[in-house]
């Protein structure tokens, strides 16, 4: 089973930007689908992006579209998301999971094999 160490998250200011790192280990995931969620309090978890493997195509929902990207780095085993023009709504923990069935961004999280631990995000003045 792949392990997934997140980080970059912290405190940002409207329309700052951040770039968020998804460190894998146990195996390489560029074939593995790789989604981006986040979880703000009393709200349930959201699917931010997914990545089904290091060719295929990259989903991103409509809150975060135009603002988001992710993007790998094979040599690293890692995947990242790159968000600008945050807004104070885009406060949460974000997990990134990992499954090896990259059709896995098109069905519920629970699809997913692995999760982080999770990165706080928050954006505030």
């Known amino acids: 089973q792949v392990q997934l160490v997140e980080s970059g998250g912290g405190l940002v200011q409207p329309g700052g930007s951040l770039r968020l790192s998804c460190a894998a280990s146990?195996?390489?995931?560029?074939?593995?689908?790789i989604g981006w969620f986040r979880q703000a309090p009393g709200k349930e978890r959201e699917k931010v992006g997914c990545?089904?493997?290091?060719?295929?195509?990259?989903y991103y929902a409509d809150s975060v579209k135009g603002r988001a990207t992710i993007s790998r780095d094979s040599a690293k085993n890692t995947v990242y998301l790159e968000m600008n023009s945050l807004k104070p709504e885009d406060t949460a923990v974000y997990y990134c999971?990992?499954?090896?069935?990259?059709?896995?961004?098109?069905?519920?999280?629970?699809?997913?094999?692995?999760w982080g631990q999770g990165t706080q995000v928050t954006v505030s003045s």
């Open positions: 999971a990992a499954d090896p069935d990259p059709m896995a961004c098109w069905r519920r999280p629970t699809h997913f094999d692995s």
């Open positions: 990545s089904a493997s290091s060719t295929g195509s990259t």
């Open positions: 146990g195996v390489s995931v560029d074939y593995y689908g």
